[in-house]
């Protein structure tokens, strides 16, 4: 299962590639589990280590996945949205959906949707507090507030401002797409683009959407553009666009000022 997802410029910085923000998440007395399986790799907190539960629900939906792909090359090929299957396992349903919501292929969801369908397996296992992060795109179910601080790449604005999330919220997708850091295919100029949603597929897609959406547009106003688009797409919460020294801010987002240290 290897998506089209080559960007055609590079992306900094390699403490992205080296997944060092997960070194400045505060646990708050959960555990702290990685699980990698071929390009799946997840930074997962609970009550306790799930790394062979985990494995096993990495293991479940990648297979659900790579199935659908060898009968369907084209789910994993498109850059547009493509049709919905109804005889589709959900978590295909999902992604297809995702992709017609935000006007994408739907691989641009594929992060997001592995990192909720784990979260929610964890959950129907009986796990109350749950975070798992798929490369920046995180799927939350915690009891307490918590603050998730925004990596923009080299803007000074990254770890510097974040988003605070209530419990009445989640449980929530926060995924974040940019064109300047990261492996995974963007259009765009923004160093970042974080999105909110009950749904985190959504999320994973809208993200990746309006990130090409602002390096469509001149200056500040791809900002303006992006945040436009985004009242436009059924299901999402909130939206945070930073580029450079610039942001712009869109629905229910409680914005937080943060250090270093990153969010919890």
Known sequence: MKPNNQNKRK?????????????????????????????????ILAERDIAELATDLILQYRAQLENYIVKNPQFCASLDPLSLDKIAPPLIRDMLMAGLQAGVGPMAAVAGTIAEYVGKGLVASGFCEVMVENGGDIFLQRSRDCSIAIFAGESPLSYKVGVKIAPSQMPIGICTSSGTVGHSLSMGKADSVTVLSTSTPLADAAATRLGNEVGRAAGGNGIQKALAIAREIEGIMGVVVICGERMGVMGDVELIQVDLKGGD
């Open 11 to 43: 992306k900094t910085p390699e403490s992205y590639t080296e997944r060092v923000y997960r070194k400045l998440v505060t646990r708050t007395g959960l555990v702290s589990t990685n699980v990698r399986i071929e390009e799946t790799d997840l930074h």
